[in-house]
């Protein structure tokens, strides 16, 4: 192998950022909101981060947050993340960040940021117990794309104000390791009886939010297909968490319901099943 074709392949290797998502750093303007979008991964790598991030743009754009995507961890210094009021972990896995870039995003929230979480940002850094604690869970495993009912929880919130309490879509339903309720403001479940392969029984929390360390934190385990980015409902849903995350909107967080609230399902919602081959 000659040494530049060994260089790219030691940079793949080791998840150096790619020139076209290396971080340029934002001046700092009065008045604006500005969102960073870190892509890294080290594990997984969803086929939709592209789509993803073209969303999110259009996102800013509609809705007045300009809108930086990288991947590059150097992002993640004091001065760097000083523009900024929200950073989105978008489709991140793995361990993406080193001790110095924890310690500068840990000041960064505790000084009033805001985190948003997008599906497999709670399969990453799963050895920083802060990032655990901001995310709310950790991710187990899942079943296969499929149908399923979401039962929104939380009317109010920016993040699900937009979409039906009972909402059908289709993605990759999470499995997490803890039930998160006991810890965060609970935004929408996902209904295990109408898909198969949850694992958590009755209360399925897959949209939370909190106050956290000084911070916001919202989370979404949704976004998997690339179809999620371009289905209206579910852009609405990461919109309105973006911006209650970068305060943009208010939206009340601070309440733990410690059991799931009781609901009575349409009589006409038929049980969602994914045709076998």
Do not use: K
Not at 78 to 94: E, I, K, N, S
Not at 241 to 253: H, N, P, V
């Amino acid at each position: 192998m000659n040494p530049v074709a060994a260089f790219a392949a030691a940079a793949m290797l080791f998840g150096s950022p790619d020139p076209a998502t290396r971080f340029v750093p934002r001046t700092v303007r009065a008045g604006e909101t500005a969102v960073l979008v870190f892509t890294r991964t080290t594990g997984f790598r969803h086929e939709s981060i592209p789509d993803a991030i073209a969303a999110v743009r259009r996102l800013g754009t509609e809705n007045g947050f300009p809108v930086d995507a990288t991947e590059d961890p150097s992002a993640f210094t004091d001065v760097h993340l000083a523009p900024y009021r929200a950073v989105l972990f978008l489709l991140t896995t793995g361990d993406v960040l080193g001790e110095d870039e924890q310690a500068a995003f840990e000041r960064w929230i505790r000084s009033g940021g805001g985190w948003v979480g997008v599906h497999s940002a709670t399969d990453t850094e799963y050895e920083w117990p802060f990032y655990g604690e901001l995310a709310g869970a950790y991710f187990a495993g899942h079943p296969e794309i499929q149908p399923a009912a979401v039962h929104v929880e939380d009317r109010a919130h920016p993040a699900t104000s937009a979409v039906p309490e009972n909402w059908p879509r289709t993605d990759e339903w999470y499995n997490f390791r803890a039930n998160p309720r006991e810890r965060v403001h609970v935004l929408a479940t996902v209904d295990e009886t109408t898909y198969s392969g949850g694992s958590m029984g009755a209360d399925h929390p897959i949209a939370w939010c909190q106050e956290f360390a000084g911070g916001r934190a919202f989370y979404t385990a949704g976004g998997h297909t690339r179809e999620s980015w371009a289905e209206p409902l579910f852009l609405a849903h990461v919109a309105g968490g973006i911006r209650w995350a970068a305060g943009i909107e208010s939206g009340f967080c601070g309440e733990i319901q410690r059991s799931v609230p009781r609901r009575v399902a349409p009589r006409s919602a038929p049980r969602l099943v994914t045709p076998r081959n």
